[in-house]
């Protein structure tokens, strides 16, 4: 199910899902000194969430976090492509930083440089992902760790890392790109769904969680034990959870923590099956980077807040 809500952006411009209009998100005058960083940007979704902010008028400074540093460059160099061929009268800096979600002394060296060019960081995009093919041979049990270190351990760890900048930011915003297949309802359990969806749920807690659904997974006692059959899955449900503590947790400090699902899209991670463009599932996390009277501790899918 999904609210029937509209929502607009802060330049008070209604965001369209359609690629057939051009999104037309700037503003008078020049971009507000506003800094944001997209993990996992250099294709997919995370590339067209990087473009779009590029291009909303919002932001002076445009960061792309991804493994791979000449892909990482060739997007940098296509999105200041795409600026220039639409005519933009204010063009904001991108560039490319190194990182590899899941390696915490790489998150420290990441915040460590945000810090040093810009002081603050005004919105992070956590949309780095990983998910095993349906094809891969690798038993479930040897997916589990690797899933879990980086769509739900190392995001936390990367987003923890950079909170004391995010502090400093200007209407500062997180959104977490997790997934519907993380739908609460996957937990066979409902001692478990109770557990997730708890709303006196720490964070410690909910890595515990984690940790007993490995434990679970590696001995083969996951279903018996009430938890679901998909690695991937669990990783985002942790992931859309901790996104629900941490918008609890930072609601003093004026961050809003919102998680989103860009849909089935037309990816290398869906191996191109999926009928969505990209570009039209990035909106669904530009849209709590950049709405005005954002909520928090929610979870947008299809344009709208949906329940999880």
Known sequence: KTHTQTYTNTNNKMLTSSTATALAFAGAGQAPQRVAAITGSNKGVGFFIA???????????????????TRGQCAVADIRARIAADGKAEVPEIHFLPLTVGDAENHKIFAREIDKRYGKLDVLVNNAGFAFKGTDPTPFAQQCKPTLNINFRGTVDFTQTLLPLLRKGHDPRIVNVASMAGRLAQLRSNDLQSKFSSPSLTMAELHNLVDDFETAALDGTHAQKGWGS?????????????????AREEAANGIKVNSCCPGYCDTDMTSHKGPRPPSDGALNAVLPATMKNCPTGEFFQNMNVSEW
């Open 230 to 246: 998909s690695n991937y899955g669990l990783s985002k449900l942790a992931l859309i959870a901790a996104t629900k503590i941490m």
């Open 51 to 69: 473009v779009h902010l590029a291009t909303s008028g919002l932001f002076s400074s445009i960061i792309l976090g991804c493994r791979d540093t």
